[in-house]
T-cell receptor, first 112, second 112 residues
């Protein structure tokens, strides 16, 4: 059973379009991280959200943590070709040190 | 600050052999976690070390082991390699008190 479900799995859009990626769980997380990964490289941290209902903005990226701390979303405005990559959400649970639970990822392709 | 480093970046082994991978965390970080990433399963947690002690372990067979040294550097070992061990092995570090992990570039292992 996948503890963190990410959707969609694949997304192919044109430059300039907006998109939203979802990360859902039936479990409560103490925090949730979003990463972006390029092929053959390690995931690069984009943001950590900790408080239920929290919204964080990073330029064109907006991250939201659900009120119940079970779900999160990533919204990209006016996507650029440089946004192409694998987006991963990962949840941390209290008492489970060092063990992040990862979703399977959303593979985003932004075409010029 | 230098990021997480992993050596080697690429490795080719044959079935039955053993392999040792190395990870140097961000300076000051005392926790190192290891993950296996495959196309089918995504990122799966192997184990986490803090101050030379294994604090948490995932659901992998005993062929997968690790250790951490007094300078927080960590190694993981896989014995009796199987074809299914081919994967990207990632290590991540954090300061041991928080939940945000920073990943290295990974070691790509191919078992023939």
């Amino acid at each position: 059973t996948q503890l963190l479900e990410q959707s969609p799995q694949f997304l192919s859009i044109q430059e300039g379009e907006n998109l939203t990626v979802y990360c859902n769980s039936s479990s409560v997380f103490s925090s949730l991280q979003w990463y972006r990964q390029e092929p053959g490289e390690g995931p690069v941290l984009l943001v950590t959200v900790v408080t239920g209902g929290e919204v964080k903005k990073l330029k064109r990226l907006t991250f939201q943590f659900g009120d119940a701390r079970k779900d999160s979303s990533l919204h990209i405005t006016a996507a650029q070709t440089g946004d192409t990559g694998l987006y991963l959400c990962a949840g941390a649970r209290r008492g489970s040190q060092g063990n992040l639970i990862f979703g399977k990822g959303t593979k985003l392709s932004v075409k010029p | 600050k230098a990021g997480v480093t992993q050596t080697p970046r690429y490795l080719i082994k044959t079935r039955g052999q053993q392999v040792t991978l190395s990870c140097s965390p961000i300076s000051g970080h005392r926790s190192v976690s290891w993950y296996q990433q495959t196309p089918g399963q995504g990122l799966q947690f192997l184990f986490e070390y803090f101050s030379e002690t294994q604090r948490n372990k995932g659901n992998f067979p005993g062929r997968f082991s690790g250790r951490q040294f007094s300078n927080s550097r960590s190694e993981m070992n896989v014995s009796t390699l199987e074809l299914g061990d081919s994967a990207l092995y990632l290590c991540a570090s954090e300061n041991g008190g928080g939940e945000t992990q920073y990943f290295g570039p990974g070691t790509r292992l191919l078992v023939l």
